[in-house]
Each structure stands twice: as structure tokens, then as C-alpha cells.
């Protein structure tokens, strides 16, 4: 008889490629090494330390008082979807249609939702790296292939190349995926280089696929960044993903949000009844709490967001072994140590030695190799103490 191990080994060989070749997150393995690890500062992965707001966890405990508790709209609750057109009119001086927005099982799953739309067994999606590595692994699981373009470090701000760009489209290219602010480099893209990628779609009939979860974490005096709403018509094969979590401290509710033009709406309810058959009805009470009431949180996020990064890049910025870009966006400093090639050899000597837990940049595909990732949406004390233990380790 076969031994288990034989045995296992066929049960795992006869499922799809797709699914058993997904890689592995590199974040994951180096939280995993320093878990538990007493003393550790945790910035590893991409979530603040505040917890929601009472106000927002409020309105789903009183829905769950109210017995809401029952099967809901795919697309979403009237009153959320009413909620985010006001939202982003606000935030973007312009009526929206509340048939423009689809509620999601968190951020991850407007991703997923979007890459079956757009990218199938064949297709290419061009991915400007380094990036937050789930959109790769969406595409790919769906059975496309992700191509990505490098992006540049000089002068300490990361550029995009165009030309580089547009030289990896292909017959077989369905999209662009364009994370701006960008998890983990903090790169903005700015309204000219938006409308050259959306001149570059449109030439070859593309989609893009944006993701401007961070557009409000920014640090200059603009209140946002640019988006592709600055300058898109409304036929333009642009899909929006969006979720609740980093503006309204909502990462374990798992809600999100597409925004599409309605005429893609029975597409994407469809998929969203095939997967999740809707979010629940008290999260997306939360959600219309948070849009309607967390304009202050949000500042006062980004308001602490902004004291850390600075005083991240001014205690490493003199140090002459670390390259970085100013964090323009998001809330990630991402650096590399001269003398380290390795970014998990030294995420886990940065656990072993100063007690500091990062993400490694292989994590981050091609041009992150030698790069951490430090989430610094956390408390002010913990980041000075961080800047110190970095210091000490350079020595």
C-alpha cells in the first residue's frame, strides 16, 4: 500500500495548478518567525493599532439589536450605496450615482471580483512593481499570468517609466493594475502620468484597475490624491476597488466596495452572489456610519500618520547604509540596508536582534528584493522607540 505521504502528495498534485501553485506571502513568513517574540514592536503588516471608532460599531450593534440578521441585497444596502455616492461627491466636488457602487466582502474581494471581470486563462495584466503582492495572486489564481513592470528609485522618489510601460503591451494584455498611493513605496501618480496610463488604455482598449484605498493618506497640502475620477469619461473601462479598512480602522470587518459604471452591474452581483451572496447587513450599518461620520477619524489618522513618518525619515534619513523614498503617500516606509541583499535574511535578524517585526520586500515582486516595508500607522512612542532599535542594529 502507497504510504501517506505518496498519498497526500497525489491528492495535492490533482488539484488545479492555479490553485496549488499560488505563492505563499512573504509578510506571512516573517510574521509567523517573530510571533509571540516578547517585546517586539509588530509593523509587518499593513493595518493601524487604533481600534473602530465607537460610533461605527455602534450602528451594527443596534442593527443586530433590530434583527438584521437575514439574507440582503447583492449589490449592497440602499442606504450604504446612497452613503458612498455622498462620499465620494464630497470628496470629489461631483454628483455620483449610488448605481455606480457594489459592496464587497472587504477590499480583497473587489480585487478578486475585478480580475475575473477583466483577465482570464491567456490574458496578461500589467503590474508596475514593487507592489501589494494579493493583486498578483488574484490574477494569477484566476489563470492569467501578471506581468510586471519595474518601477525606479532615484533621487529618493520612485517613477514609473511610460515608455517601459507601454513596451509590455501585448495582444494578450487585458489591463493595467495603477495602486496610487502605492502600497509599500508611497509613490503617487501624478494627474499627467494618470493621464497617460489612461491614454495607454485607451489606445489598446484596456481596463485599469485602480486602487486608491490610501488616497487620503497624503502628507502635502492637497486633502487627496489624484485620482482617475479627475479625469476619466464615463465609458472608460476603469474598475475602482475600495475598502472600509484603512480609513475607518475596519480591517477584521472584512467590507469594500467596486465602483463601476452601471451597466457592468448584473456582472458583478452575479459574482458576488456566486461567492459570497452578499455582505451582512449590520457591517454595512457600520460602513454608512463611517462615510457619514468619520471625516474627523480619518484626519486625525492621517494627522499621526504624518508626525511618524517624519520622524522615521528624519532618525534613518542620516544614516548613509539606508536608501529610501519620501513616503509621499499611504503609510509605509520602505528602505533598503546596505549590506543586505536578502530582505528575509534580514526582516528575521531585525526580529532576532532589535525587536522590530517588518515586512520583506521579495514580498513585493521584482525591484523589492533588497527592501522592508514598516507600517508606521501606529503609536508615536512605539515609532521613536522603533527608530532606535534600527539605529542601534546599524550600529
Request: aromatic share 10%; proline share 5%; with cysteine.
Amino acid at each position: 500500500m502507497p504510504s501517506q505521504d505518496i498519498r497526500s502528495d497525489a491528492l495535492l498534485n490533482a488539484l488545479r495548478a492555479e490553485a496549488r501553485l499560488a505563492p505563499t506571502s512573504g509578510i506571512g513568513e516573517a510574521r509567523s518567525y517573530g510571533m509571540g517574540r516578547e517585546g517586539l514592536i509588530p509593523l509587518w503588516v499593513g493595518e493601524g493599532d487604533l481600534p473602530t471608532p465607537s460610533f461605527i460599531s455602534e450602528a451594527a450593534t443596534r442593527s443586530l439589536a433590530a434583527g438584521e440578521t437575514f439574507y440582503t441585497h447583492q449589490r449592497g444596502i440602499p442606504e450604504l450605496r446612497q452613503a458612498l455616492a455622498d462620499y465620494h461627491a464630497r470628496l470629489f466636488g461631483r454628483p455620483f450615482s449610488p448605481e455606480r457602487f457594489f459592496v464587497t466582502g472587504g477590499g480583497m474581494q473587489a480585487i478578486q471580483i475585478a480580475a475575473r471581470m477583466v483577465a482570464g486563462a491567456g490574458d496578461e495584466v500589467l503590474v508596475p512593481t514593487p507592489a501589494w503582492p494579493n493583486f498578483a495572486a488574484a490574477v494569477e489564481v484566476g489563470g492569467a499570468k501578471t506581468v510586471a513592470v519595474r518601477m525606479d528609485l532615484k533621487d529618493r522618489a520612485w517613477t514609473l517609466d511610460l515608455d517601459r510601460l507601454a513596451a509590455a503591451v501585448t495582444p494578450r494584455t487585458r489591463a493595467i493594475f495603477v495602486n496610487s498611493p502605492s502600497n509599500p513605496t508611497g509613490w503617487i501618480a501624478s494627474r499627467e502620468e494618470q493621464a497617460a496610463l489612461l491614454a495607454l488604455a485607451r489606445k489598446h482598449d484596456l481596463w485599469i484597475v485602480a486602487d486608491e484605498i490610501y488616497g487620503r493618506f497624503v502628507y502635502g497640502e492637497e486633502k487627496r490624491a489624484p485620482s482617475f475620477h479627475d479625469i476619466m469619461d464615463e465609458h472608460d473601462r476603469i474598475l475602482f476597488v475600495q475598502t472600509f479598512s484603512k480609513n475607518w480602522a475596519m480591517t477584521g470587518w472584512r467590507i469594500g466596495w467596486i465602483e463601476a459604471h452601471p451597466a457592468l452591474g448584473d456582472v458583478i452581483e452575479n459574482l458576488i452572489q456566486y461567492s459570497t451572496s452578499g455582505v451582512a447587513v449590520f457591517m454595512q450599518r457600520a460602513g454608512v456610519a463611517a462615510l457619514e461620520r468619520g471625516d474627523g477619524f480619518v484626519e486625525h489618522q492621517v494627522a499621526r500618520a504624518k508626525t511618524n513618518r517624519d520622524i522615521l525619515e528624519n532618525g534613518l534619513g542620516s544614516s548613509n547604509r539606508i536608501s529610501f523614498a519620501r513616503t509621499n503617500g499611504a503609510f509605509y516606509f520602505f528602505f533598503g540596508v546596505e549590506g543586505f541583499d536578502d530582505s528575509m535574511a534580514l526582516a528575521k535578524e531585525l526580529i532576532d536582534k532589535a525587536g522590530v517585526g517588518l515586512a520583506p520586500g521579495k514580498a513585493f515582486g521584482p525591484g523589492a528584493e533588497k527592501y522592508l516595508r514598516l507600517c508606521f500607522a501606529r503609536r508615536t512612542d512605539h515609532i521613536e522607540e522603533t527608530v532606535r532599535r534600527i539605529s542601534a542594529f546599524l550600529g
